[in-house]
């Protein structure tokens, strides 16, 4: 009999519950064409609809339950409702990242779909053809660090770790990343080296370990704030493996986004290592790479394709499943592609379409139905 895999699945706020049902449909879909993986889907709160229901935007049962489960799917939280700068929203989703040590943030940013170019705010031929995929380290930096918050006193601060242990290993798995591409990828690491001392300290720890244990790869350093040019300017340079620290993947991964269109398109997986290099658990935590979208929540119009591939890197990281991974990225680009409306493809109305968040997953699920 097969070995049922546990997901939690943590909805969170706003938007959130709305695209993690589109995730667990789609999953539903693997589940029941491929009776060897049963999965067990297990709910919790986190967010704002934690504070609401707990007084905390993350309790220990619900770290309890991420950390004993095969793989975490989470949507999104945050909204203005929640005020108290000591209770705040996010603090649940870096509380649970720390709680599951997920050092390691994947964003690929690539097109789902090539017909998707033409959604692309830049020109086709400055947008098509890129592939990369940001590598972000995310239990360190500024987002860790000891902070003050203005007491009354019209001070602030926060503070920007790094230690050398947190930047090799987050270094050798960026290595790992390009080395498994043929030919194999350039990395380029984002940092403002210029200014900050963590910056040095991370060129100082990569450039050892890439000399010293990867010596065949190349590794080019941008600064971040050039770099943010080139996202829109020349975006194929940064093709390969993207290496940065916590911020600024934070902040360069969502302006990456517009290159194939959307915020709403692009997935993540965070893990605490490699699976394929250890006999460790790894936890692995996925979500799209958005937030809670106040904005468009409860009106069914959410682009779900972000979580949705989420979903498949689950499949592709927590469960060793990446024949099923690859048919969910598969029906995504055929429900994409789909001529039939409008001859235009299938496209919620952040890409310019008209099509709601339950057509999309209808029709995924329907192409997966086929491809399985
Ligand atoms: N991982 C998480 O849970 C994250 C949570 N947040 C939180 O989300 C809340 C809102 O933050 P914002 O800055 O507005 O960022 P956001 O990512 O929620 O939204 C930015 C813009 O993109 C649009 N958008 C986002 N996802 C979309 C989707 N799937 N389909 C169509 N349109 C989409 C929104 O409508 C909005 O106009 C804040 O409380 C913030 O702290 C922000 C980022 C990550
Ligand atoms: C804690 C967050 C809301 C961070 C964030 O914006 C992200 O991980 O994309
Ligand atoms: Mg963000």
Redo the contacts with the bound molecule.
């Keep these: 009999m097969a070995a049922t895999k546990k997901i939690v699945v943590l909805p969170?706020d706003h938007?959130g519950p709305e695209?993690t049902n589109s995730a667990v449909e789609v999953l539903k879909v693997v589940e029941k064409r491929r009776p060897e993986l049963k999965l067990e889907f297990e709910e919790h709160k986190i967010g704002g609809a934690s504070i609401d229901a707990f007084g905390t935007p993350l309790t220990d049962e619900t770290i309890k339950a991420c950390l004993e489960a095969d793989g975490v799917l989470l949507g999104?939280?945050?909204?203005p409702e929640w005020t108290d700068p000591n209770c705040r929203p996010?603090q649940g989703?870096l509380k649970l990242r720390k709680s599951m040590n997920v050092w390691a943030n994947l964003r690929p940013c690539n097109f789902a779909s090539e017909s998707l170019v033409k959604c692309s705010p830049l020109r086709e031929e400055v947008a098509k053809g890129v592939d990369f995929c940001v590598v972000r380290e995310l239990t360190g930096g500024c987002y860790f660090g000891d902070r003050k918050e203005d007491t009354g006193d019209g001070k602030a601060c926060d503070t920007w770790p790094y230690s050398v242990e947190e930047v090799t290993r987050i270094a050798r798995l960026a290595a790992w990343l390009a080395k498994r591409s043929n030919p194999p990828a350039p990395v380029t690491m984002l940092d403002k080296a210029n200014v900050l001392a963590s910056s040095r300290l991370w060129r100082k720890t990569c450039t050892k370990v890439f000399k010293e244990e990867f010596p065949e790869l190349t590794l080019n350093f941008q600064l971040i704030d050039s770099a943010a040019m080139l996202v829109v300017k020349s975006p194929r340079t940064l093709n390969g493996v993207v290496l940065t620290d916590n911020l600024f993947g934070d902040i360069i991964s969502d302006e990456c986004s517009c290159i194939p269109g959307?915020?709403?398109l692009l997935p993540s997986a965070s893990l605490s290592g490699v699976p394929q290099e250890t006999s460790e658990k790894v936890h692995c935590l996925v979500?799209?790479i958005?937030?809670?979208?106040?904005?468009?929540a409860g009106k069914g119009i959410?682009?779900p394709i972000?979580t949705i591939l989420s979903a498949s890197l689950l499949l592709r990281w927590a469960l060793n499943a990446p024949a099923e991974a690859q048919a969910i990225d598969d029906a995504v680009r055929k429900v994409l592609d789909d001529k039939s409306i409008g001859g235009r493809g299938l496209y919620?109305r952040?890409l310019g379409g008209e099509a709601m968040t339950a057509d999309i997953t209808k029709a995924v699920c329907e192409e997966l139905e086929k491809l399985l």
């Design positions: 969170g938007i695209i999104s939280v945050g909204g996010e989703l959307s915020l709403g979500e799209p958005h937030g809670s979208a106040p904005d468009i959410v682009n972000g919620t952040d």
